[in-house]
């Protein structure tokens, strides 16, 4: 059985740095790509980035471009979402995803990724 582990939400001031990390289960993923959405209470879950297959391409939401960088140990079976210079609108529950094949004609949308985390909650205070 699948399964995706997010790790490393909580409390942080604005301006700070959290690492969150999503280790998967049950299959390798190493060639498959992977991504991190988000979802802030009463608004629908949105993109925030996505990586390719083992030193593939990267892509962001141009809501945290040049502040949050994206990346994976195939080692592990983990990608990892580094966030700097938060601010209060990125607090949402952090959810990782994955996909079954092995490219995605968008990665920004939700319906190409097979496999969800139960999420995380990132909490930026002003």
């Known amino acids: 059985q699948v399964q995706l582990v997010e790790s490393g939400g909580g409390l942080v001031q604005a301006g700070g740095s959290l690492r969150l990390s999503c280790a998967a289960s049950g299959r390798t993923f190493s060639m498959n790509p992977m991504g991190w959405f988000r979802q802030a209470p009463g608004k629908e879950r949105e993109f925030v980035a996505a990586i390719m297959r083992s030193g593939g391409s990267t892509s962001y939401a141009d809501s945290v471009k040049g502040r949050f960088t994206i990346s994976r140990d195939n080692a592990k079976n983990t990608v990892y979402l580094q966030m700097n210079s938060l601010k209060p609108e990125d607090t949402a529950v952090y959810y990782c995803?994955?996909?079954?094949?092995?490219?995605?004609?968008?990665?920004?949308?939700?319906?190409?990724?097979?496999?969800w985390g139960q999420g995380t909650q990132v909490t930026v205070s002003s």
């Open positions: 995803a994955a996909a079954r094949g092995f490219n995605l004609r968008d990665p920004s949308a939700t319906g190409g990724y097979d496999y």
